[in-house]
């Protein structure tokens, strides 16, 4: 077979350069590297940058992106919050219906069913269509008119969501998986016995500058000691409890008084208002790289990780890292590489944080440890070798 005639579609619920999301980058990397080996490489998704109100952001139906066609769709509904926590909560408290949990899927968003027809109609023209995210419209709907050439990759983690009826037919749909970690696959099979549907594991390559300039950040910013986080500043991703547990460990801690947290990332909830907590807000990568350098340690306090590639990024630039144990993935990178620490409470993080501010040469080692299960687990050319093979199975 020539491949390079061969056209491969990615479906996502946002894409582009401006957009700030773990499963969104990993799919934009993916994509990009698809070219190389395929050259035509399509992508579907929405017109949307703000996925808390799905609103359009982007003018234009097309654009090209590093030599990805991008299809971009309005998005007809954005996203009514208090509608949408309605019936959130009523999901959560009794349960829905089937006919409710679409309701719950539409109002959620991003809802394109422009994006649908688009599969529906074109869909003989591609070879392969592979789908990011379990949880959005574009997967519930999309997969099934494309399933006996369609790849999932679910980013799933332990939540309330996979305990929807119309998860069970989304998680027997695709021809394959692409997990990003072991964790992952065991927790989908052991909730949906779908081990028949042949899968993979793939996740990532990092790659990390050549050079980072860790004393310039640090100058810049006037900054000594200091924690940094890098993600959405969300409730979702626990940076209320991250706050509260940086506070009171600045409180306890008479010798940590120099020491601040410093967070990369959209504000989604309030930052409080504290000398020594510096946000600064959605930052380019080469400054994210510099920060992460230069920082004693990156935290991750979310309990809800299929991947985390800021981790890998970390480990691979030995930054020492403490993570949520409540995350098997997350737990799962600390046990595996011998390399970084987990917390499960407050007292948990005070330890984790003391142990490695004072403990320069075992944190060496430890960092040691983690970039080189980084190298041997999340390199580039396995995990196009691994989607590949999908692809030409199909």
């Excluded at 999301?21 to 929405?46: D, K, N, P």
């Excluded at 109100?53 to 992106?65: L, S, V």
Aim: glycine residues 6%.
């Amino acid at each position: 077979m020539n491949k390079m005639n061969n056209k491969i579609c990615f479906v996502v619920q946002r894409y582009g350069l401006e957009v700030n999301g773990g499963a969104e980058l990993q799919c934009r990397m993916m994509a990009e590297r698809m070219c190389a080996r395929y050259g035509q490489v399509h992508v579907l998704t929405t017109k949307a940058i703000d996925y808390t109100t799905w609103k359009d952001a982007y003018d234009a139906d097309q654009e090209w992106i590093n030599g990805v066609l991008v299809h971009r769709f309005s998005v007809k509904k954005p996203r009514k919050r208090h509608v949408f926590h309605l019936i959130n909560r009523k999901f959560l408290s009794t349960g829905l219906t089937e006919k409710e949990e679409y309701e719950w899927v539409e109002k959620q968003g991003p809802f394109v069913p422009e994006l649908i027809r688009y599969i529906e109609q074109e869909q003989d023209h591609f070879d392969v269509f592979i789908f990011f995210t379990y949880l959005y419209y574009q997967t519930v709907i999309g997969i099934h008119t494309v399933k006996e050439k369609s790849i999932l990759v679910p980013e799933a983690h332990d939540e309330p969501f996979l305990k929807m009826k119309i998860m069970e037919r989304v998680f027997h749909a695709p021809r394959f998986f692409f997990f990003n970690t072991e964790e992952e696959r065991k927790l989908i099979h052991a909730k949906f016995h779908n081990e028949d549907i042949c899968s993979e594991l793939g996740g990532v390559g990092v790659n990390i500058p050549e050079y980072t300039d860790a004393d310039g950040f640090r100058k810049k910013y006037g900054l000594d000691r200091f924690l940094i986080y890098v993600g959405r500043i969300d409730e979702g991703k626990n940076c209320h409890i991250l706050f509260r547990y940086f506070q009171a460990y600045k409180k306890r801690n008479q010798n940590a008084n120099g020491l601040k947290l410093v967070l990369m990332g959209k504000p989604v909830i309030p930052v409080p208002k504290d000398k020594d907590i510096l946000s600064l807000g959605f930052v380019d990568d080469q400054e994210k790289f510099d920060g992460i350098a230069a920082a004693d340690l990156l935290v991750l306090p979310s309990a809800f990780e299929s991947l985390s590639i800021v981790v890998l990024e970390a480990m691979s630039l030995a930054t020492p890292v403490v993570v949520n144990g409540a995350c098997a993935v997350l737990k799962g990178h600390c046990k595996k590489s011998n390399g970084a620490l987990y917390y499960r409470n407050y007292f948990e993080f005070e330890g984790a944080v003391n142990y490695i501010l004072d403990h320069p040469g075992i944190v060496k080692d430890m960092c040691r440890n983690a970039k080189r299960y980084v190298e041997d687990n999340y390199n580039w050319d396995r995990i196009e070798e691994k989607l590949c093979s999908l692809i030409e199975r199909i």
